[in-house]
């Protein structure tokens, strides 16, 4: 935490201040804390800015990356070569919907003989709630999805909020499972205090590594800001959907919560239809 530096003052009177000063210090009791001195402060301040202007030009990088490369010949050579296998690619995408949902239909998780919420105590279920999302038990007390648009967005939202859910698990596990096995030194390993840290002032660096951090030393509402600044790249890409990477050559054969390919399914999980079928449901249960 930055602290102001003391005014200056002239030397005829600095020895009354100093004096004084002595006399005051001498009758408090101070708790013992950290020695700043003023080349340290100043540093740390300039630091501060420096991590600031930081996240900024970092927030940045990706619609300026975009926007060369698709401006650039190797952006045109990528799409060309895209372009070749669209067609292709379009009508395996095609294949493999009819066979999704052919293995949705005869799901054990999906239609009307779909599991629900109550089990087998008889209930007046929704008659919108018709199964053919992922994670539909018929649960809708306050009516939120009689709607289709409202029901829809409300369903893309609760796969982003159940994946940003489960990634966060991992990362609050991981960074003491890490200083545990020595692997690497946290200032706070433990989730629930790393807030309490950045209260007290503590600078956090970035995945242990000392001195990397883009916004570590600053406090919780400028990290929040910073946080913001960061998310503004993937929203965007988001908001425009998959077709927003194919200025990059990049052609995503799903949708906006799967998109597919090589890009968001390395491990290609959704080869099987019916396992994929059966995996997006496992998705919203572990996430909710």
């Known amino acids: 935490m930055a602290l102001r530096q003391p005014c200056s003052v002239s ?9 004084y000063r002595h006399r005051l210090y001498s009758k408090i009791s101070w708790p013992k804390s950290r020695n700043v001195n003023s080349t340290s402060t100043h540093s740390g301040c300039k630091a501060s800015w420096q991590e600031l ?17 698709a401006n650039s010949p190797l952006g045109e050579s990528l799409q060309s070569r895209m372009e070749e296998n669209k067609k292709a690619a379009v009508k ?4 493999f919907k009819a066979l999704a949902e052919k293995a949705k239909n005869e799901s054990l998780w999906y239609g009307e003989e779909r599991p629900r919420w109550l089990g087998p105590i008889p209930y007046d279920y929704p008659a919108y709630l018709t199964g053919e999302l992922p ?3 018929g649960f809708d007390i306050a009516g939120l999805g009689k709607d289709p ?25 991981l960074p003491e499972l890490l200083d545990l096995l020595g692997a690497f030194h946290f200032v706070e390993p433990v989730w629930w205090r790393v807030g309490y840290s950045k209260l007290k002032g503590d600078t956090l660096d970035y995945l242990g590594i000392p001195g990397f951090h883009f916004a570590g030393s600053q406090g919780v509402i400028v990290i929040a800001i910073c946080q913001a600044l960061l998310m503004v790249g993937p929203e965007y890409a988001r908001y425009c959907g998959i077709e927003a990477l194919e200025p990059l050559g990049i052609y995503l054969p799903g949708d906006i919560n799967y998109p597919g390919g090589a890009l968001f399914d390395p491990l290609n999980l959704s080869k099987d239809p019916v396992a994929f079928e059966e995996l997006k449901v496992k998705e919203i249960k572990t996430g909710a």
Do not use: C
């Not at 930081?54 to 060369?68: D, E, N, Q, R, W």
């Not at 395996?92 to 294949?95: E, G």
């Open 11 to 19: 030397s005829s009177s600095s020895s009354f201040f100093g004096g």
């Open 53 to 69: 202007a930081g996240v900024l030009i970092f927030s940045a990088i990706p619609f300026t990356a975009v926007k060369a490369i």
């Open 92 to 95: 395996n995408s095609a294949k």
């Open 135 to 137: 994670g539909d038990y």
């Open 149 to 173: 648009v409202a029901f829809q967005k409300y369903f893309n939202f609760e796969i982003l909020h159940a994946r940003w859910a489960m990634l966060a698990a991992l990362g609050a596990l």
